[in-house]
């Protein structure tokens, strides 16, 4: 009781930074080199940004569908994004051109990369998920799809790459993804997939609920999660498996402790949040919605364990230890005298510089 007293929970209806993405968003996603920042949305266009000046630098065009889901690959080598239709466009991370456009399923379709980045799995509507091979140069399919009851709506690699959890409309699907056989079948709807970075638990959401589950036994760990939340959304857990995040339906964003599932913080969104994602070094989340907006929060101090680690030692624990789903860090690396050092950031595609709503100095 003295904890909660002393640490209230925090409400902020003003945002550390908040960009202008001029499409609804659907995705956001921060590349390795932490310069960059990706956007996916439902005007068809996925955008690049530069952090430290707070512009949008390049805009690359699929094929004109409201865009859906997006992964990047570990080393950032690949940014992947769907559209409504079933196809998948394939741009690489560092030159912004366009490598892959194939239709993987007749509808819409989730998206995640393997740890080691050798492979894409996608999921859709129509009952099935496909692996396919980055290794070629025609992404070629590996094997035959794995078949499901019901519409997939997300597909999401554990951490060591050795399973693949699969949210369908009544069910998760969790399969071995060498074998491809099924290790078990749980009897739980979901909209959305997270697992904890050590892998050791996997969180399922969607309508109003968040359940998680013992990986080791495959069984519900304590109650279900009740939450305001929408039938489509994304929610994050944090670098060090401390903290979730998720967007509510009345334009909140609300940050769990994990162990104890006590709210440590409400943020006012400016619309309905669709997406929302933990910087690197867990200090800030990043939030996308409706309104064609990005906010930026900032995470409350008290919310980080004593023994966490902090900084640059979370940001090599993260890099070696969890593949790049919808991960953001909006800073530079710390200098000896313990200030942000901001890094430049150059590109040939320079469109009419977008830039945030306000900027803010870097911390």
């Known amino acids: 009781m003295k904890a909660e007293a002393e640490h209230p929970i925090i409400r902020n209806s ?11 968003i659907v995705a956001v996603a921060v590349l390795p080199d932490r310069r960059r920042m990706a956007t996916s949305s439902k005007d068809g ?29 570990r080393d950032g080598k690949f940014i992947a994004a769907s559209d409504e239709s079933g196809y998948v ?9 366009l490598t892959q456009a194939f239709r993987a399923h007749s509808c819409v379709c989730s998206l995640d990369f393997s740890p080691n980045g050798t492979t894409l799995a996608t999921g859709a509507y129509g009952h099935e998920v496909k692996l396919w091979s980055t290794l070629t140069d025609t992404w070629q399919l590996q094997g035959k799809k794995i078949n499901c009851e019901y519409d997939v709506n997300c ?18 699907d969790i399969r071995n993804t060498t074998t491809k056989q099924r290790i078990i079948n749980l009897d739980f709807g979901s909209a959305s997939l997270v ?24 069984k519900p760990v304590g109650d279900i999660w009740k939450g305001n939340t929408g039938d489509r959304w994304h929610f994050a857990v944090n670098c060090n498996g401390t903290l979730v995040a998720s967007p509510t339906t009345d334009n909140h964003v609300r940050i769990w402790r994990l162990s104890d599932r006590r709210t440590i913080a409400i943020f006012q969104h400016s619309d309905f949040p669709c997406c929302v994602t933990f910087s690197v070094d867990d200090k800030h989340i990043l939030a996308g ?14 919310a980080w364990p004593e023994d966490a680690p902090k900084d640059q030692e979370v940001h090599q624990v993260c890099c070696d230890s969890t593949s790049i789903h919808l991960s953001s860090h909006l800073f530079g690396s710390k200098t000896q005298d313990g200030d942000t050092e901001a890094h ?7 469109p009419s510089e977008t830039k945030a709503s306000f900027h803010v100095r870097v911390l």
């Open 89 to 97: 466009n394939v741009w690489h991370g560092d030159t912004g051109r």
């Open 195 to 218: 697992w904890t970075p050590d892998g050791t638990r996997l969180l399922s959401g969607g309508g109003v609920t968040i359940q998680e589950w013992d990986s080791a036994t495959w």
């Open 45 to 73: 266009m996925l955008r690049l940004w530069d952090l430290k000046k707070g512009v949008m630098v390049k805009e690359m065009e699929g094929r004109g569908e409201a865009m859906r889901d997006m992964a990047l690959s």
């Open 155 to 172: 597909v999401r690699y554990s951490p060591s790459g050795e399973l693949l959890a699969i949210a369908t409309s009544y069910t998760i």
């Open 344 to 350: 430049d950031f150059d590109t040939e595609s320079k």
């Open 289 to 302: 919605g409706k309104d064609k907006k990005i906010s930026e929060w900032a995470v409350p101090d008290h």
């Open 14 to 24: 003003k945002p550390v930074r908040m960009f202008d993405n001029l499409g609804e």
